[in-house]
């Protein structure tokens, strides 16, 4: 089965840029979708298809997809984006996501 | 705004059963596929199960084949879940999803599901 890799934990600076990855065997061949989740509430799509963003996500939230890695990126992180991020993508009927990565803004 | 919204959780003892619905409101639910996803405590996302728009088409992750149904009710804007032989493992947040393309473009708030004896 695939299986998408994210790291456990980011950090960033508050006012920095956060690079979110997300790796798989030739992702850049499929859609990666990307969520949100603050803690006691349910994910929120804040990506779709690697680069777009669904109405009412800032810009500062971003996407891209080539070969092994899927980014999210987050620029002028605010504290408001701390929460776990999870990639997901479709796989052989299936939906799969990432083990998800908690974001820490200092 | 679109609005789903789960129920059917509770507390169950292992090799119990539950049905889990979700109520959908304010897009043409019979016009797009579906998902459930679960959430153990403090762990990561999960799928479980997806359905087409007509119910014709479904699949089970492995760990709930056999076990679990997903279902649906177009006349009656609601998806379903029917889970036999439940298993502590099972304990989770179980959340409805609407699919989009292949993402979850909404999600319902969730509803519990505790297996213990």
């Known amino acids: 089965s695939y299986e998408l890799t994210q790291p456990l934990s980011v950090s960033v600076a508050l006012g920095q840029t956060a690079r979110i990855t997300c790796g798989g065997n030739n992702i850049g061949s499929k859609n990666v979708h990307w969520y949100q989740q603050k803690p006691g509430q349910a994910p929120v799509l804040v990506i779709y298809r690697d680069s777009n963003r669904p109405s009412g996500i800032p810009e500062r939230l971003s996407g891209s997809n080539s070969g092994n890695t899927a980014t999210l990126t987050i620029t002028r992180a605010q504290a408001g984006d701390e929460a776990d991020y999870y990639c997901?993508?479709?796989?052989?009927?299936?939906?799969?996501f990432g083990g998800g990565t908690m974001l820490t803004v200092l | 705004e679109v609005q789903l919204v789960e129920s059917g959780g509770g507390f169950v003892q292992p090799g119990g059963s539950l049905r889990l619905s979700c109520a959908a409101s304010a897009f043409t639910f019979s016009n797009f596929e579906m998902t459930w996803v679960r959430q153990a405590p403090g762990k990561g996302l999960e799928w479980v199960s997806y359905?087409?728009?007509?119910?014709?088409?479904?699949y089970y992750t492995d760990s709930v084949k056999g076990r679990f149904t997903i279902s649906r009710d177009n006349a009656k804007n609601s998806l379903y879940l029917q889970m036999n032989d439940l298993r502590a493992e099972d304990t989770a947040l179980y959340y409805c999803g609407k699919q989009s393309g292949s993402q979850i473009d909404n999600w319902g708030q969730g509803t519990l599901v505790t297996v213990s004896s």
């Open positions: 997901q993508v479709w796989d052989s009927r299936s939906v799969v």
């Open positions: 359905i087409s728009s007509s119910g014709t088409t479904t």
